[in-house]
């Protein structure tokens, strides 16, 4: 019996495998990138919350998850006698975040603009699951294990991401994580203690954000040059680092993760001391009154917690609130 040719294989395979290849293109098609997703809930929050308000906000919040759930805008309108928008969205890097405003002529305004950072936005040894920054600090690498293992996690994550959103898509009924509303947060756990706050001894934590911190790299060259935008702005800019839970932080002793983030804060003094509109305030490296009990995990805080940091919060900045 003669074997078939390489056309008549091509052929049989086509029709084995082409009706799955286009259902995956029309997946792709219809769903969007993880980073596609993000930067669309922030420029819709963006809409919404300032630019199509009657009153332009004199407070602006924004950066990530930490300042969505850690920020209440209606403790610092009471204690500032102002008006506020949280923007913040759930890994909200700062540049992405500053592209934004820019694009939403939400900079020049003269408002006070808080921003929550973390430490991994400037380490290109951290691999996000919803950046292409990513893959060009992946590029980037010399090759090697990590290489391999960075481009490993990347695509996982990808996968994760596009598994998730099309059962969403399949099931319309299932919240889109993207975008969690003050109740969704609140059945997710975000309004009670959540778990033990443990790490491992020795110079690194079990921690991915402080395994195989890179500095000096791509994210860091990104994060500075979205500082020097906000400083050149006539807005008052205050960077934060909002606070862990004291457990968890006490659970670092031992690690790399005190000087992490003692770097990360000189690395943002160094950016900004050019800009004296510019400031930041690191709350993990400083003394807090919060206990375990106002956190929903190691860094998000409760409702409760929430009330007490807001508040915290805006003694700090008052101060700092332009005249108008």
Not at 49 to 64: F, H, K, M, Q, S
């Amino acid at each position: 019996m003669p074997k078939p040719g390489a056309a008549r294989l091509f052929v049989k395979l086509a029709f084995l495998f082409g009706p799955f290849l286009l259902l995956a293109a029309g997946v792709f098609a219809v769903i969007e990138s993880p980073a596609t997703t993000k930067r669309a809930y922030l420029d819709d929050k963006i809409a919404r919350l300032i630019t199509n308000t009657p009153e332009r906000p004199r407070v602006i919040v924004a950066g990530d998850s930490r300042a969505q759930s850690n920020i209440i805008p209606r403790v610092l309108d009471a204690e500032l006698k102002t008006n506020t928008a949280n923007v913040a969205v759930g890994v909200g890097l700062l540049y992405q975040t500053v592209d934004a405003l820019k694009k939403a002529d939400a900079l020049n305004h003269q408002s006070l603009i808080i921003i929550s950072v973390s430490s991994y936005q400037i380490s290109d040894g951290f691999v996000l699951d919803a950046d292409p920054i990513d893959v060009e600090v992946i590029a980037h690498k010399q090759w090697g294990v990590q290489k391999i293992m960075d481009a490993r996690n990347y695509f996982d994550n990808q996968y994760d991401y596009y598994f998730n959103r099309l059962k969403t898509f399949l099931r319309p009924d299932v919240s889109d994580p993207e975008r969690m509303s003050e109740e969704v947060f609140a059945a997710k756990g975000y309004t009670e203690k959540k778990g033990l706050f443990a790490s491992t001894s020795g110079p690194n934590t079990t921690d991915e954000v402080y395994q195989n911190v890179t500095v000096g790299g791509v994210k860091q060259k990104k994060f500075e040059e979205a500082l020097r935008t906000l400083g050149a702005t006539n807005d008052t800019v205050v960077i934060i680092e909002p606070p862990y839970a004291p457990s968890a932080w006490r659970a670092y002793d031992g690690t790399n993760a005190k000087t992490t983030e003692e770097q990360f804060a000189d690395i943002i003094h160094s950016a900004i001391a050019p800009y004296p509109n510019m400031h930041m305030k690191h709350y993990a490296l400083t003394p807090t009154t919060l206990q375990d009990s106002a956190f929903a995990d190691s860094v998000h805080l409760n409702k409760a917690g929430a009330e007490i940091f807001t508040k915290q919060l805006a003694r700090d900045v008052k101060s700092l609130l332009p005249k108008h």
